[in-house]
């Protein structure tokens, strides 16, 4: 079985910000899809959200504030799960709530390479 990062994208522009009415109605869905790859036991870890602020650190040690606000789209969290390939990974992702309104997201698949 290998491990797999799903990583969760969406519109950071401040028309795509969902109202607080919509944030509280997209818990349960969330809540839902996670307790089901858990109950699948396939759920490694449950990254969970990432706070906006953060550093961006280049070439040369220089730190940087980041992300932008400016930057159209960000990540806003991840989990690792277990698949046997890409493609179940990828059926796993595709039940992901950031893909639904009111986020509109979208989700990364990468396989984790493990150093042995």
């Not at 906006?52 to 992300?67: F, L, M, R, S, W």
């Not at 799960?81 to 986020?103: I, R, S, Y």
Request: some cysteine.
């Amino acid at each position: 079985m290998n491990e797999f990062l799903l990583i969760f994208r969406r519109d950071n522009s401040k028309e795509a910000q969902p109202s607080p009415a919509e944030l509280q109605a997209s818990i349960k869905p969330w809540q839902e899809w996670l307790g089901k790859l858990e109950a699948d036991g396939v759920l490694v870890s449950h990254g969970n959200r990432l706070r906006p602020e953060g550093a961006v650190i280049k070439p040369g040690k220089i730190v940087t504030d980041g992300p932008y606000a400016d930057i159209k789209e960000s990540i806003g969290g991840f989990i690792v799960v277990k698949a046997e390939d890409l493609n179940a990974a990828t059926e796993m992702g595709k039940g992901c709530p950031v893909l639904n309104a009111p986020w509109n997201g979208s989700v990364e698949v990468r396989m984790l390479i493990r150093e042995e």
